[in-house]
């Protein structure tokens, strides 16, 4: 199939775009160009790069003419963030390719009333970005289900692999807690630290959309979490690291407004904007009609990335050797 992945050389497409190819389909890239892929792979050299701003190609109404005009059979949509940009896209596409694939988050849930939250939760999002993520999946799930554009929509949580600082222990992207947790300095946790978080490798992440493509009978007009099989507190998880340089966590639990106050306006808001959440979501459902099997755990996710940012000196370890 001619596949156009719209945002294809981000965390995701790094290990999309690799699994697109070696499945025969024949792949155009959309992104700016500003930045190289994440990960470097032969198969870019077997794919067809488009330089375009989905921003302003949408401000200015041709977007979806240019993606219509590329003539795919499957649309991947990564970096579509308000339902008047997915309805261009589905009005640009209407009855003009197969399958439209869109990449929402596990934040389309709000504080949940059961865990691990499954898709069919009553949908309590807050925030610009996973409430209109939510209206996104209202719009194209209404649209599949209506016979107008068959469309699937797949939720990943926090993903976490080689190449970027992800989300740590104390729920923000501040390096300094790994330091401390790998030099036995001692960590300040929000509460109990034990509220969750749910992180996901992009290769599990891309193993769901190439799954999705190949099941579309029984994925479309469904959106599925993507996520590892279990979330992790922020006190397990910062144990579970320490152990990682054979030590035990020093920790102490602070209520949330002093750890606000005791960090950097940025990441405190990082941290809320994740605590608040306190993802935790199930993957049954894309393990039952997708053959979902996710390959890492959350904290084999959070490895990898940990020792990449190792690996390229973004870290101050010390002497202390990562023993994983
Ligand atoms: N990060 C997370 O933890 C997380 C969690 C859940 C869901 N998600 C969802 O994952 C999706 C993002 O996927 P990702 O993390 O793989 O992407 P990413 O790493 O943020 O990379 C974004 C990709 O899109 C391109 N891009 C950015 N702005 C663009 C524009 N205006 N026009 C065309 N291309 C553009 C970038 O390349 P250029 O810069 O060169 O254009 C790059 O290829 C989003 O829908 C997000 O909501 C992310």
């Not at 041709?62 to 589905?90: K, W, Y």
């Not at 599925?224 to 979330?231: C, E, G, N």
């Not at 809320?272 to 935790?280: F, G, K």
Request: overall charge negative; charged content about 20%; proline content about 5%.
């Amino acid at each position: 199939m001619r596949v156009v992945v719209i945002g294809a050389t981000g965390h995701v497409g790094g290990y999309l775009i690799p699994r697109l190819v070696a499945a025969k389909h024949e792949v155009i890239a959309i992104s700016r160009g500003q930045h190289a892929p994440y990960r470097n792979h032969p198969a870019w050299h077997e794919v067809t790069r488009v330089g375009a701003d989905r921003d302003a190609e949408d401000a200015a109404g041709t977007f979806a003419g240019r993606v219509a005009d590329l003539h795919p059979d499957v649309v991947i949509d990564m970096v579509c963030f308000t339902p008047e940009s997915a309805q261009q896209l589905v009005d640009g596409l209407r009855n003009r390719i197969q399958l439209l694939l869109h990449c929402g988050t596990i934040w389309v849930h709000g504080p949940a009333v059961e865990v691990p939250v499954t898709e069919d939760a009553l949908r309590r999002p807050f925030g610009e970005y996973g409430v209109g993520k939510a209206a996104i999946e209202e719009l194209l799930l209404r649209e599949a289900r209506s016979s107008g554009m068959r469309s699937v929509v797949l939720h990943p949580g926090h993903i976490s692999g080689p190449g970027w600082p992800v989300i740590s222990p104390v729920g923000n992207l501040d390096l300094d807690v790994w330091t401390r947790l790998a030099t036995g300095q001692t960590v300040t946790l929000p509460n109990f630290g034990l509220e969750t978080l749910h992180h996901v490798h992009p290769d599990d992440v891309a193993q769901a959309f190439e799954l999705a493509l190949r099941r579309q009978n029984v994925a479309v007009g469904e959106s599925f979490h993507v996520v590892s099989d279990r979330a992790i507190t922020l006190r397990g998880f910062a144990e579970s690291v320490a152990g990682w340089f054979g030590r035990d966590a020093d920790l102490r639990f602070v209520p949330f407004e002093e750890f606000r106050r005791l960090t950097k306006q940025e990441d405190a808001e990082a941290t809320w904007e994740h605590i608040s959440r306190s993802s935790n979501a199930s993957n049954d459902k894309a393990r039952r009609l997708l053959g979902y099997v996710p390959r890492y755990t959350s904290l084999q996710a959070v490895a990898e990335a940990v020792q990449w940012l190792n690996r390229n000196g973004e870290l101050d370890l010390g002497s202390n050797e990562l023993a994983i």
